[in-house]
């Protein structure tokens, strides 16, 4: 059974720095990444890393936040700089083999 576990939220004050994991269980996964969820909106995707390394991010939060990976760990990464307030949401990881898993979230809050 695939599990994916989140750590690493909390409060954090605008202009810090968080950094999430995701420990996920059983094999190497091609592609990891992480999505956000936000109060009173829908889900949306915030970064992606392939196997390879290759990473994509949606437009909000390039050049602020960086996705890695650990392979022999089986752990994908979420570092978050500079925050702002509207970075506040439940934060997803998932991974993909055949099917798309995903974790329970890990809430972030960033105060102004």
């Known amino acids: 059974q695939v599990q994916l576990a989140e750590s690493g939220g909390g409060l954090v004050q605008a202009g810090g720095s968080l950094r999430l994991a995701c420990v996920v269980s059983g094999s190497i996964f091609s592609t990891m990444g992480w999505s956000r969820q936000a109060p009173g909106k829908e889900r949306e995707w915030v970064a992606t890393i392939t196997n390879g390394g290759a990473t994509d991010y949606t437009a909000s939060v390039k050049g602020r936040f960086t996705i890695s990976r650990d392979n022999t760990k089986n752990t994908v990464y979420l570092q978050m700089n500079s925050l702002k307030p509207e970075d506040t949401a439940v934060y997803y990881c998932?991974?993909?083999?055949?099917?798309?898993?995903w974790g329970k979230g890990t809430l972030v809050t960033v105060s102004s």
């Open positions: 998932n991974a993909r083999r055949g099917a798309l898993y």
